[in-house]
């Protein structure tokens, strides 16, 4: 059984930034690809950012390209999503999502790409 927690989301003012953390536990995921999603209220869940297992692809949203990295520690199993000047319309959970899949050589990109998901991390951007 595989779960994934979210931490470092909270509370901050356009411009600022934060920065996201995914551990997941059950078995090491260094050989799945993982990707980072976000909802907010009313809103169906869309892809942020995700990235092979190697780091060899990296797929980012349109409104994520130039402000948010994505980017992964595999000797320590972690996933990390950069949130640099923060908007308010980036208020939303942001979810961390591995597939099952291995070796991937393209990063998926839809919510059912991906069969683990954590409970998801509050980002909350005031202006």
């Known amino acids: 059984q595989v779960q994934l927690v979210e931490s470092g989301g909270g509370s901050a003012e356009a411009g600022a930034s934060l920065r996201l953390s995914c551990v997941p536990s059950?078995?090491?995921?260094?050989?799945?690809?993982m990707g980072w999603f976000r909802q907010a209220p009313g809103q169906e869940r869309e892809i942020v950012a995700a990235?092979?297992?190697?780091?060899?692809?990296?797929y980012y949203a349109d409104f994520a390209k130039g402000r948010f990295t994505i980017s992964r520690d595999n000797n320590n199993n972690r996933l990390y999503l950069q949130l640099n000047n923060l908007k308010p319309e980036d208020t939303a959970t942001y979810y961390c999502?591995?597939?099952?899949?291995?070796?991937?050589?393209?990063?998926?990109?839809?919510?059912?790409?991906?069969?683990?998901w954590g409970q998801g991390t509050q980002v909350t951007v005031s202006s």
């Open positions: 999502a591995a597939e099952q899949r291995q070796y991937r050589t393209v990063a998926p990109i839809y919510v059912d790409a991906y069969e683990y």
């Open positions: 059950g078995r090491p995921l260094f050989t799945s690809a």
């Open positions: 990235v092979t297992w190697d780091g060899g692809h990296i």
